[in-house]
């Protein structure tokens, strides 16, 4: 389904390399956020399937598609494409997913991957040899890769515990609305299936080690007209073990007034401690008895695993839309069969942090009781 370009490699060479067509589901702030990475690797955004059958022309507007289709139906029919980006509410992932699947299209889809972890199981098992990925692109910061190249390096000693959390204020107040506030749409979880899901990934993926039990509790700060008698945590506080011993807490919020998107981890090792956050991507903090630095993103001295990230020279900004042009492209490596580094997110990552959300959930409405994290 995808055309060929000859395009000029280094040397002067002509080579061929497949111009992807894809097509987006979900018009919105993120489905706009795929179509502008989706450009920025190269591929051609043809088509896009609207909310409602009368906004078609307007979702094709909104993410620079080719045309509009009135439903997945219609396009899956008539277009041909090689990725599906879903980017739909969350509790229509899943059969939008199935469905994109079982018409041989390879899938990106937003977090999370479903409500449920039988759902996400049978995606999982539908995805079969497609390229499935869901974007926790936070793995894409330089200065995350350079953390997980040094703890895999042994810099810090026995990494004994990590704090950190996940800080929003876009529903501080009780007027405040979106569609995530209703359990219809949103899910049974809002905060932690939202952003709390991000946080163990990136923890998951520095460290290599996995979360093994936890303790939750949640709370609903604002009673909202759209939770329709069904509110979903406005805040979660978890405290866990993982399987190789490290002690960690964490604290997810929606309300927590003047943080804008502060997802942030601090690892304590016996030879040196780590600190990332990701509203201050450029920079790693290092702390060692003898004293702390601070690691700035310059391709000069990163790891290679960090560099290859690396899109401006140092001093030059990077940020969000870097790491999701990152993950895109990876995953269009992936579908047109080219070697991808280590770290894509697929799908049986999905899986996970939908396992971890349903052991949230469950110990906080069991008043806390500690629950295993199935594998």
Avoid at 92 to 118: D, Q
Avoid at 158 to 171: E, F, I, N, P, R
Avoid at 344 to 366: E, H, K, M, N, Y
Wanted: negative net charge; proline residues 5%; aromatic residues 6%.
């Amino acid at each position: 389904m995808s055309v060929t370009d000859l395009t000029t490699a280094p040397g002067g060479l002509e080579s061929e390399q497949q111009t992807l067509r894809v097509a987006v589901v979900g018009a919105g702030f993120m489905g706009q956020v795929h179509a502008e990475a989706a450009r920025r690797a190269g591929a051609t955004v043809v088509a896009a399937v609207a909310s409602r059958p009368e906004g078609a022309a307007a979702a094709a507007r909104a993410v620079g598609a080719d045309e509009g289709y009135p439903d997945l139906a219609a396009l899956l029919d008539d277009a041909e494409i090689d990725v599906l980006h879903v980017c739909t509410p969350n509790a229509s992932h899943a059969p939008v997913t199935a469905a994109a699947l079982a018409a041989g299209a390879h899938i990106i889809c937003e977090k999370p991957l479903a409500t449920g972890s039988a759902e996400a199981v049978a995606l999982v098992e539908a995805a079969g040899d497609r390229v499935a990925t869901v974007p926790f692109v936070y793995r894409f910061h330089p200065m995350v890769r350079e953390l997980r190249a040094r703890l895999a390096a042994g810099e810090a000693g026995v990494v004994a515990s990590v704090t950190g959390g996940y800080l929003q204020d876009w529903l501080s107040r009780p007027s405040d609305d979106d569609w995530r506030v209703d359990a219809a749409l949103g899910g049974p979880s809002r905060a932690f299936a939202d952003i709390g899901s991000h946080w163990c990934d990136l923890l998951e993926f520095v460290t290599g080690d996995r979360i093994a039990r936890l303790s939750a509790r949640t709370a609903v700060v604002h009673e909202r007209a759209r939770s329709n008698g069904e509110p979903t945590e406005d805040l979660a506080a978890v405290h866990f073990t993982t399987a190789a011993g490290m002690v960690g807490t964490l604290v997810v919020s929606q309300v927590a007034a003047g943080r804008k998107n502060r997802l942030h981890l601090e690892l304590s090792g016996t030879e040196a401690s780590f600190g990332f956050d990701q509203e201050d991507p450029e920079r790693l903090w290092v702390g060692r008895r003898e004293g702390g630095q601070t690691l700035l993103r310059d391709p000069g001295t990163l790891h290679p695993s960090a560099a290859r990230y690396v899109r401006l020279p140092a001093g030059h900004a990077q940020g969000y839309q870097d790491c999701f042009d990152a993950f895109v492209a990876d995953t269009y490596r992936a579908v047109r069969g080219e070697d991808v580094p280590d770290g894509l997110p697929t799908f049986a990552d999905g899986l996970r942090a939908v396992r971890i959300t349903d052991a949230v959930l469950a110990s906080a409405a069991a008043d806390g009781a500690w629950r295993e994290v199935p594998v």
